[in-house]
Structures are given as structure tokens and as C-alpha cells.
């Protein structure tokens, strides 16, 4: 597109190309929200939709025939689990630490909130 004086979603010479991409599109989008509903997926923005991935994908292992591959598959499976519950547990430990350290701060005054502006002496003015 170097050569354009157009970007791609402008550039009328790449019109049937730029149809074809968002029909992809929309068909992608499609299968993602059908896919979601099906499997209760809500993606892998929380610690949930992380673990419901990997609930998802042992269940699948496991109706695979027993093999070593699948064995390593599931120990692979079963040791991210317990990251992201290590993960999650500590998250919350930060989390309740924070809120006792703000709450110690919240009953004494930062010296950085102080009002430093110069108090005039007695007699000025």
C-alpha cells in the first residue's frame, strides 16, 4: 500500500479484496460467539475464562485413546491449573495487603498532601 495514496479499507482497487476480508470477518465473529455459548466461554481475560479453557481442553483429552502423548497433555494441563490458581490466590493476597496498607494510610495525613504554602509571620501585613 506503500504505492497508494489510499490505505487498505480505502483504496478502491482492493475492493473485492477488502469485501472478502470482512466477510471473514463477520463469519470468524460468527463462529466465536457460537462457540462461546457452547462451551460457556467467555474468553481469557479473567482467571475464569483462563481455567475454563482448561477445563475445556481436559475434557477433550481425556475422550482421546490412551496414549503418552496425551498423558504429557493432561500433566500439561493439570500443572497450568495450578498456576492459575497459584496465581489467583496471590492475586488476592496483594489484593487484601493493599487494602490494609490504604487503610493504615487513610488515618494519618501524607506529608506530600500537606498545604506548604507560606504562612505569613505575625505582624506582616
Known sequence: MRDSAFCFWHDPEHEAERTEAQRFGRTRRGKEVTLAG???????????????????????????PNSVPRNRTLVSIALAELKAKEVGELAEQVRVLQQAVLGQQGDRMSPFDADLSPTPFIGDG
Open 38 to 64: 457452547a462451551y460457556e466461554f467467555s474468553g481469557l481475560g479473567t482467571l475464569d475464562g483462563a481455567e475454563r479453557l482448561l477445563e475445556i481442553a481436559a475434557f477433550d483429552t481425556l475422550a482421546l
